[in-house]
């Protein structure tokens, strides 16, 4: 006979598939002789509010000759995760090319979906249960310290699921039989820099679904046992399930201008900006831009020698106005490039804006931006707060033109509220695109092609 219970909130039922439609248990015996011969399910109930809080015991003759402690868990996969990586986790989309950008990574984990606290909703760069706030409850730490469950050695199958126009395409893809979903891939994304089960990446999205309509892609994680009975097979009997699109790429041209400048009678003043980290910049872009399948291609680069009657910051002032008799320049370096086809970045060392008296780390003309004079352009900060002496790191430029870049395509200025959004305007570090700016891309977005179509 086994029987269960729960020193904490956890709770387990037994299962026995031999009644027809399953019955559930919390006393079951499974052998006729006592023999423990019958098969039986164990299904996770109530979350577990302690390690190990849930015990299933067994007895022969009503005396008790073994015990195991169980904890039980919820996984979510959410659809935003915020976080410092650059690796988007589950994204809104996916493809063939994705993954060798670092895309198609997704991660399952015990945060509470929809819950008021953003860190706790959007917490899927963290690996499972290394904080006390990413629990499954508040103040323990389920994963860190259960022994029986470290998220390097908790044992997964994820599974791919292709469904086009309501029917299955081919058939599913599981991660115990064969390749293409690669379980704790490199570049997993989670944060402290952890091997995790809880991460896969789709190595092996198929090309001729590439763009597909009436597409949806579903990702599922679930427990290898789902291999000993049709009744727990992982496309039905799954922990957690996420739903991706998959659409035509979009590849945009970018023109990259490294401005040095010359005060009257100064010396040469660089960013100091280099061709490798040009190239490190538009890596980490396009590993953040394959969540709405958007690649960027270098048209060309450039230096530049920016003649100035001043070593001050460069000026912006993005809405003219009462200031626009004072001397922009950052309309005079967006002159530069303008009307060649593709999407103009201009690295100056510090930018200034007048009209809200502050430094910027960027700052961006959007092409359906009507104001008379402007051109199409985006321009990113080198220095820190107006110095000359702080160089931003490359990580540090490449958030901020992602997020000048979303300003730019969405054809919109306006600002993300949510923490994880990478058009939040007070956080160098998220980078998440919401469903509906994938939406706003795909309708009403810049079109390839038409990068820097002026208004």
Same mark, same amino acid.
């Given at each position: 006979?086994?029987?269960?219970?729960?020193?904490? =909130?956890?709770? #387990?039922?037994?299962?026995?598939?031999?009644?027809?439609?399953?019955?559930?248990?919390?006393?079951?015996?499974?052998?006729?002789?006592?023999?423990?011969?019958?098969?039986?399910?164990?299904?996770?109930?109530? @979350?577990?509010?302690?390690?190990?809080? @849930?015990?299933? =015991?067994?007895?022969?003759?009503?005396?008790?000759?073994?015990?195991?402690?169980?904890?039980?868990? %919820?996984?979510?996969? !959410?659809?935003? =995760?915020?976080?410092?990586?650059? !690796?988007?986790?589950?994204?809104?989309?996916?493809?063939?090319?994705?993954?060798?950008?670092?895309?198609?990574?997704?991660?399952?984990?015990?945060? #509470?979906?929809?819950?008021?606290?953003?860190?706790?909703?959007?917490?899927?760069?963290?690996?499972?249960?290394?904080?006390?706030?990413?629990?499954?409850?508040?103040?323990?730490?389920?994963?860190? $310290?259960?022994?029986?469950?470290?998220?390097?050695? /908790?044992? @997964?199958?994820?599974?791919?699921?292709?469904?086009?126009?309501?029917?299955?395409?081919?058939?599913?893809?599981?991660?115990?039989?064969?390749?293409?979903?690669?379980?704790?891939?490199?570049?997993?994304?989670?944060?402290?820099?952890?091997?995790?089960?809880? $991460?896969?990446?789709?190595?092996?999205?198929?090309?001729?679904?590439?763009?597909?309509?009436?597409?949806?892609?579903?990702?599922?994680?679930?427990?290898?046992?789902?291999?000993?009975?049709?009744?727990?097979?992982?496309?039905?009997?799954?922990?957690?399930?996420?739903?991706?699109?998959?659409?035509?790429?979009?590849?945009?041209?970018?023109?990259?201008?490294?401005?040095?400048? +010359?005060?009257?009678?100064?010396?040469?003043?660089?960013?100091?900006?280099?061709?490798?980290?040009?190239?490190? /910049?538009?890596?980490?872009?396009?590993?953040?831009?394959?969540?709405?399948?958007? !690649?960027?291609?270098?048209? $060309?680069? +450039?230096? #530049?020698?920016?003649? %100035?009657?001043?070593?001050?910051?460069?000026?912006?002032?993005?809405?003219?106005?009462?200031?626009?008799?004072?001397?922009?320049?950052?309309?005079?370096?967006? %002159?530069?490039?303008?009307?060649?086809?593709? /999407?103009? @970045?201009?690295?100056?060392? =510090?930018?200034?804006?007048?009209?809200?008296?502050?430094?910027?780390?960027?700052?961006?003309?959007?092409?359906? +931006?009507?104001?008379?004079?402007?051109?199409?352009?985006?321009?990113?900060?080198?220095?820190?707060?107006?110095?000359?002496?702080?160089?931003?790191?490359?990580?540090?430029?490449?958030?901020?033109?992602?997020?000048?870049?979303?300003?730019?395509?969405?054809?919109?200025?306006?600002?993300?509220?949510?923490?994880?959004?990478?058009?939040?305007?007070?956080? !160098?570090?998220?980078?998440? /695109?919401?469903?509906?700016?994938?939406?706003?891309?795909?309708?009403?977005?810049?079109?390839?092609?038409?990068?820097?179509?002026?208004?």
């Amino acid at each position: 006979t086994l029987t269960t219970s729960s020193i904490g =909130t956890g709770s #387990i039922t037994l299962a026995d598939p031999n009644t027809g439609a399953p019955t559930v248990h919390t006393v079951l015996d499974t052998g006729a002789t006592g023999l423990g011969q019958g098969q039986f399910f164990i299904r996770g109930g109530s @979350v577990s509010s302690l390690p190990e809080d @849930v015990a299933i =015991t067994a007895l022969i003759a009503g005396a008790a000759v073994a015990t195991e402690r169980l904890t039980v868990l %919820r996984f979510n996969m !959410e659809p935003e =995760t915020g976080g410092t990586t650059n !690796e988007p986790v589950n994204p809104i989309h996916v493809s063939s090319w994705a993954s060798a950008a670092g895309g198609n990574l997704f991660g399952a984990d015990i945060g #509470i979906l929809g819950g008021g606290n953003e860190t706790i909703r959007h917490n899927a760069d963290y690996v499972s249960g290394s904080s006390p706030i990413l629990t499954s409850f508040a103040g323990s730490n389920v994963l860190a $310290r259960s022994v029986k469950i470290p998220v390097d050695k /908790i044992e @997964v199958v994820w599974t791919r699921e292709i469904v086009q126009n309501g029917a299955r395409v081919g058939s599913v893809l599981k991660s115990n039989a064969g390749g293409g979903l690669s379980v704790n891939p490199t570049r997993n994304g989670a944060r402290p820099n952890t091997s995790s089960n809880l $991460r896969m990446r789709d190595t092996s999205f198929p090309v001729d679904m590439d763009g597909a309509t009436g597409t949806s892609v579903l990702y599922s994680v679930a427990h290898p046992t789902e291999s000993t009975s049709a009744g727990l097979d992982a496309a039905m009997n799954y922990a957690s399930r996420y739903t991706a699109v998959t659409s035509a790429k979009r590849v945009y041209r970018m023109e990259m201008n490294i401005m040095q400048y +010359q005060p009257p009678g100064g010396a040469l003043v660089t960013t100091g900006i280099t061709a490798a980290d040009i190239q490190e /910049i538009e890596d980490i872009i396009d590993t953040i831009g394959s969540q709405v399948g958007v !690649e960027f291609i270098r048209f $060309r680069q +450039q230096e #530049i020698v920016h003649l %100035r009657t001043t070593s001050a910051p460069y000026l912006f002032n993005p809405k003219g106005g009462a200031l626009v008799g004072i001397n922009d320049e950052i309309d005079d370096v967006m %002159r530069v490039g303008a009307r060649d086809g593709a /999407i103009d @970045v201009y690295f100056v060392n =510090t930018i200034y804006d007048k009209g809200v008296n502050q430094f910027l780390n960027g700052a961006c003309y959007f092409p359906k +931006q009507p104001l008379v004079g402007k051109f199409p352009g985006i321009a990113i900060a080198a220095f820190a707060n107006g110095t000359t002496t702080v160089r931003r790191t490359n990580q540090e430029l490449a958030r901020t033109l992602a997020h000048e870049l979303a300003h730019y395509l969405l054809n919109s200025g306006e600002h993300s509220a949510d923490g994880w959004n990478l058009l939040n305007d007070g956080s !160098e570090s998220r980078k998440d /695109i919401s469903a509906s700016q994938f939406r706003m891309l795909t309708t009403k977005g810049v079109s390839p092609g038409f990068e820097d179509d002026h208004f």
